[in-house]
């Protein structure tokens, strides 16, 4: 499949008008004929081994070509042209040092839905990587189709993605590594299975991107050194802003690829430039539990969001067990399937929505009724169940009203803490809140017991000191 870049470097389909990942008009299609001054013309043979096919994408930072290999009973291959090194001997040396680095890391990945890295090597001044080629479409070239016949992908479609390719990242992360590119276009449904195939690690073009200006950061020397990766709008902002990544990051892209996937709208379009919230479920009707799903993947805290892969297949799992029953297929099915359409269906976890006076948001039945430990410890439960309001409480340090403002606010939050807490944090589920709740009561009953023994310990000892009760010593 032929690419365009954009100015900035985005690779988008050929035919494309704009770029997906900003935004920015691209030239017609006949302007980005793939250049054969510089590419490899089909029948080119390198290593001795492998025999260029046809050129299948150009980017800033090289081209991929279909390539035909001799060494293994001409099994087609993907044959990735890292980049044109013209910087001198020291950053070619410099690249081949890295990719070879990265190679170890591509090596020990062994997973079916991850093409098979086979070998990095040089050829004069060009670099080169080899996997397995992966017949089929990218999620990016599936969805332009779709919208030039007025079609999204389906929230049933969706969730099964999402279960196809939870796995992959799963496998990922417990090898240590974050891939750091999540969007359409490095997703290839396959055409021989229909699953889909992750392609484009960020390591590697992180190290190409780094080799390519080489040559302007050696003249700089207030560089900062090291570069960002993610595409903007696809990458969490401590990713862009401050190369971290993590577990997490992953799941951020991906679930920004699964709300962009049932828009059809790019990123920028789903956020508010004011707040710079996202906005996506105001262009979708989802169910309560894909959309509690996606609102912690798309988290802006950090700790709000999922930490691993296996949390997300689990509440899948448990909350979204019709799925089993939807045909392998689903693509073949209405864009308007609803995987959740029993009306009795227990309420969602919609926790962490915030303004607990909104009556409009909707708390679950199980966790209404009276809040033990807001009512005997309100000053120091609202802390980790962050209903800063109960803060009031703690003017009574300061003997302005003698206790009895202590005792209004416990009042209050007994009867309002549960609904409370539940709007103003995220809870990993019911269960969890129920239980936090009850170690909460436990503490305030235990506070209260000492609280009553120490008043008791005071009221006898001013008894014995003023000579009076059954314990006084006759004169």
């Not at 992959?168 to 891939?179: D, E, F, M």
């Not at 200006?213 to 003249?219: E, L, R, Y």
């Not at 009867?415 to 539940?422: F, L, Q, R, S, Y």
């Not at 936090?436 to 000191?465: D, R, T």
Request: aromatic letters at 10%.
């Amino acid at each position: 499949m032929s690419l365009i870049t954009c100015s900035k470097g985005h690779e988008n389909s050929l035919g494309s008008p704009y770029c997906y990942s900003c935004g920015e008009s691209l030239p017609a299609p006949e302007a980005h004929t793939p250049s054969t001054e510089t590419g490899l013309l089909p029948g080119t043979r390198l290593r001795d081994r492998y025999i260029i096919q046809r050129q299948l994408g150009q980017g800033d930072f090289g081209s991929t070509y279909l390539a035909e290999d001799t060494g293994r009973f001409k099994e087609p291959v993907a044959l990735k042209e890292l980049t044109s090194v013209d910087q001198g001997t020291y950053a070619l040396e410099k690249a081949e040092e890295l990719f070879q680095r990265e190679a170890v890391m591509l090596q020990r990945l062994q997973h079916p839905q991850i093409p098979q890295f086979w070998e990095f090597f040089r050829d004069d001044k060009r670099l080169f990587l080899v996997q397995d080629y992966v017949e089929g479409q990218t999620y990016e070239s599936l969805l332009n189709e779709r919208l030039a016949l007025g079609q999204r992908f389906s929230e049933a479609e969706i969730i099964q993605l999402l279960r196809q390719l939870l796995p992959v990242l799963s496998y990922l992360h417990q090898q240590g590594v974050i891939h750091r590119d999540i969007s359409p276009d490095n997703i290839i449904r396959r055409s021989q299975d229909g699953l889909p195939v992750l392609i484009g690690f960020g390591g590697v073009k992180q190290i190409a991107m780094y080799v390519a200006t080489q040559g302007v950061q050696d003249q700089n020397s207030h560089s900062n050194g090291g570069t960002r990766l993610g595409k903007s709008g696809y990458s969490p902002d401590e990713q862009l802003h401050l190369g971290t990544v993590a577990p997490h990051s992953d799941l951020y892209a991906l679930g920004v690829t699964a709300v962009v996937l049932m828009t059809g709208q790019q990123p920028q379009q789903l956020i508010d430039p004011q707040t710079r919230n996202w906005v996506w479920n105001q262009h979708l009707s989802l169910s309560p539990h894909l959309n509690m799903i996606l609102q912690r993947m798309l988290a802006i805290r950090l700790s709000e969001r999922f930490q691993s892969a296996d949390e997300i297949l689990e509440q899948l799992e448990t909350n979204l067990e019709v799925t089993e029953t939807l045909p392998e297929n689903i693509a073949a099915q209405d864009e308007t399937l609803d995987v959740n359409s029993n009306a009795d269906e227990p309420l969602a976890n919609n926790s962490g929505q915030g303004h607990i006076f909104d009556k409009s948001i909707p708390v679950p039945d199980e966790i209404q009724g009276w809040n033990w430990g807001a009512f005997l410890l309100p000053g120091v439960w609202c802390l980790t169940n962050k209903v800063w309001i109960a803060l009031i409480a703690w003017v009574d340090l300061f003997f302005l009203t003698g206790g009895f403002l202590w005792l209004v606010i416990g009042v209050i939050l007994g009867i309002k803490g549960n609904e409370w807490a539940w709007k103003s944090r995220r809870w990993s589920s019911i269960p969890a809140f129920k239980t936090h709740q009850k170690y909460w009561a436990i503490a305030g009953l235990i506070f209260s017991i000492c609280v009553l023994l120490f008043v008791a310990l005071i009221a006898l000892a001013f008894a014995l000191f003023l000579g009076i009760g059954p314990f006084t010593v006759g004169n």
